[in-house]
């Protein structure tokens, strides 16, 4: 049996993967270019591409005095809008309070602008970008490494004034494609090694300056189903991870990393047991590696941090305890956004901190109404639809679907279940906008409905917009007044801010983060977060309260609000 996998599993490293979980099985794989990569019985490298493992050469790599270098030249360049800074323990990078996380970015539409955002953090005092294969499929490492080479290439920044920092190991895309057995191949050193290599080609670089292993839940490390169902292997936290570290330990050998540390998106209530069980356990691994190489290399934690999930907890371990228990660089995610429970719902819902126009200025439900019934009357109206109806089978097969070009209907006949505003956000952009896309594309090939498909394209999408506006013009009464709750905590530092930066700024303030990594994927979102005279602001007279003041403030909010789900 021969098993070819697409390049999107290669670029994500699965074919490492699964060739040990099947050591049997024979695989070709095709990577982004088109060439075929031959493999081993341990190990395949997805790329022929040799890397340089001189340690001793500094010019590809973030160091102290380079990132140091950085922000002179900043301040000598406008000394009037100086960068909160921070210098990281252990590395002694010096480093800008406010990170550039390259999630969602990469997409074929608006690259333009998404490396125009890139560029102008750079330039701005945000030397820490976070990447990862699992982003977008490696495109927004292939962007984000275009950027950062023209930068270099231009003399605008060097290479050693910039921290990049890469996410590595478990995704929950593995553990969907691969089940439970995907929770301790995720730490195997052949996987870290394929992943570590695909991202060093995307971004065209020769070093990853930190590389983060993502954490899989602790309680599922305990028993892993081998390849016969009849047969389980049980592995301790303690053997995965030093056997995960050991690894990362011979890649900062190599020179292709500097350094590592641990990273989860997985939030929980924070449990003193397990974070004394886990302090214990790394403490053990990293003994252990001192003994085998003299010294470590793990130097920092990531875990979410924001106005409702305020305590940096993942899998019930606190984060921030373990960090200031090891001396390590903290880096949190995810600061605008959270994921809550209502009092009426079982499953957690999704929320930005963001500002929502609440569209006062136009009557939103006649103008949803009317361009519904215009997106309906197309559909009724299609010459495909006609055909389909009464029976009748076209020759031509590559036509899309009836039920990707019937929007209307679709919206009409579901629009009581799309209540949740950022949900539908998410399936717009990722999931209708897409699927028309793709069968516009295949129906305007037929001249017979070309016509009918240029109208459609314009009149669904007015459509969709319509309804975004119609869902932000419900939320935005919440949103205002959970903005106005949060400024009133301090006054002061958080006046004439938007709920985002309001929720960023109080982040920074808080100290329990050195970086927020943050999503800026529009230059607007650059100069709100990093240009802003109130976001660079220190001299205040008043101190800010605990973030868990602002945590209250926000629970008390969602507690009280009326359900508009």
């Known amino acids: 049996m021969q098993c070819t996998l697409p390049p999107s599993l290669c670029t994500a490293g699965y074919g490492t993967l699964l060739r040990r979980l099947s050591p049997s099985?024979?695989?070709?794989?095709?990577?982004?270019?088109?060439?075929?990569?031959?493999h081993n019985n341990s190990f395949f490298l997805l790329n022929r591409r040799s890397f340089c493992t001189n340690t001793s050469n500094n010019n590809h790599k973030a160091t102290p005095k380079g990132t140091s270098k950085y922000f002179e030249r900043l301040s000598s360049q406008?000394?009037?809008?100086?960068?909160?800074?921070?210098?990281l323990p252990q590395t002694n990078w010096l480093v800008g309070k406010i990170g550039f996380n390259g999630q969602k970015i990469g997409f074929s539409e608006g690259k333009g602008v998404q490396s125009e955002a890139i560029s102008l953090s750079l330039r701005n005092g945000c030397n820490v970008i976070q990447v990862s294969g699992s982003f977008e499929k490696g495109q927004s490492e292939e962007l984000i490494g275009a950027t950062l080479n023209r930068l270099f290439e231009e003399n605008e920044i060097q290479r050693e004034e910039v921290v990049v920092v890469n996410r590595i190991g478990y995704t929950p895309s593995l553990s969907n494609i691969l089940g439970d057995s995907a929770i301790f191949p995720t730490l195997s050193p052949s996987l870290l090694q394929s992943q570590i290599t695909q991202s060093l080609e995307n971004l065209d670089l020769k070093c990853i300056d930190l590389a983060l292993l993502h954490l899989p839940?602790?309680?599922n490390l305990l028993q892993i189903r081998t390849n016969s169902p009849s047969q389980t292997q049980t592995y301790s936290l303690f053997d995965s991870l030093l056997s995960a570290f050991l690894h990362l330990e011979s890649e900062v050998e190599q020179g292709r990393i500097q350094y590592y540390g641990l990273t989860s998106r997985e939030y929980s209530t924070p449990s003193s047991h397990k974070t004394s069980a886990f302090t214990q356990t790394l403490t053990n691994i990293l003994d252990t590696i001192r003994s085998k190489k003299g010294a470590h290399h793990f130097v920092a934690v990531e875990y979410p941090l924001n106005l409702f999930e305020a305590q940096g907890s993942v899998d019930g371990i606190s984060f921030p305890k373990v960090a200031h228990d090891f001396n390590l660089?903290?880096?949190?995610?995810?600061?605008?956004?959270?994921?809550?429970l209502t009092p009426t719902q079982k499953d957690p819902k999704y929320v930005?901190?963001?500002?929502?126009?609440?569209?006062s200025d136009i009557d939103i439900t006649k103008e949803l109404k009317e361009k519904m019934d215009q997106t309906i009357h197309l559909e009724e109206t299609c010459l495909l639809m006609k055909l389909r109806e009464k029976g009748v089978t076209d020759d031509n097969k590559n036509l899309p679907a009836s039920k990707d070009i019937s929007w209307g209907r679709v919206l009409a006949s579901s629009h009581e279940r799309l209540r949740d505003l950022w949900e539908w956000k998410f399936i717009v952009e990722n999931q209708i906008k897409p699927t028309l896309d793709e069968a516009l594309q295949k129906m305007s090939s037929d001249p017979r409905y070309l016509g009918w498909t240029l109208q459609y394209r314009v009149v669904a999408r007015e459509m969709l917009k319509r309804y975004t506006w119609a869902l932000e013009s419900i939320h935005s009464s919440f949103y205002d007044k959970m903005k106005n709750e949060v400024e009133c905590l301090w006054n002061e530092g958080l006046k004439d801010m938007n709920l985002s930066q309001m929720a960023l700024k109080a982040l920074i303030v808080s100290g329990q983060s050195d970086?927020?990594?943050?999503?800026?994927?529009?230059?607007?979102y650059v100069e709100q977060f990093l240009l802003s005279n109130e976001m660079l602001r220190t001299d205040y007279q008043t101190s800010p309260p605990p973030l868990s003041s602002f945590n209250e403030v926000v629970n008390n909010a969602f507690d009280e609000r009326k359900d508009p789900y």
């Open 515 to 524: 970086v927020v990594l943050t999503g800026m994927r529009t230059p607007e």
């Open 78 to 87: 406008n000394a009037q809008q100086t960068p909160l800074t921070t210098q």
């Open 217 to 219: 839940p602790t309680d």
């Open 25 to 38: 099985l024979p695989f070709t794989l095709h990577n982004k270019r088109g060439g075929e990569v031959s």
């Open 329 to 340: 660089i903290r880096l949190s995610q995810r600061p605008l956004s959270a994921f809550f």
């Open 352 to 359: 930005r901190f963001a500002t929502v126009d609440s569209h």
